[in-house]
Nanobody, 121 residues
Framework: VQLQACGGGLVQPGGSLRLSCVAS????????IGWFRQAPGKGREGISN???????FYLNSVKGRFTISRDNGKNTVYLQMNDLKPEDTAVYYC????????????????WGQGTLVTVSS
């Protein structure tokens, strides 16, 4: 049972990246999937979630810029990030669980290893 987050990199302000969260050993479609991030010197925060039924959640700071989606056929959840800002610089993690509150880390059971996103000119 494993999650792998990938797709991070260096991007200029205003640019875009798409992160992928790929599952192995289990089917993502039976789980809620969350994206978290941890900026340098800060705690980890939940920024987006997609429920099993497709309902989505976004933290206010990313709402309108980030879009979460899932492709059950590829066992993958994506986070499309547009209009990136320097304050989006962080290590991004995906996690699987059945959270009643999408931003609570303890409600997720399986975590990926993180992918670094750096937004800088």
């Amino acid at each position: 049972v494993q999650l792998q987050a990938c797709g991070g990199g260096l991007v200029q302000p205003g640019g875009s990246l798409r992160l992928s969260c790929v599952a192995s050993g289990f089917s993502l479609d039976t789980y809620g999937i969350g994206w978290f991030r941890q900026a340098p010197g800060k705690g980890r925060e939940g920024i987006s979630n997609i429920h099993r039924d497709g309902t989505t959640f976004y933290l206010n700071s990313v709402k309108g810029r980030f879009t979460i989606s899932r492709d059950n056929g590829k066992n993958t959840v994506y986070l499309q990030m547009n209009d990136l800002k320097p304050e989006d610089t962080a290590v991004y993690y995906c996690a699987a669980g059945w959270p009643s509150i999408p931003t609570i880390e303890l409600e997720y059971d399986v975590w990926g290893q993180g992918t670094l996103v750096t937004v800088s000119s």
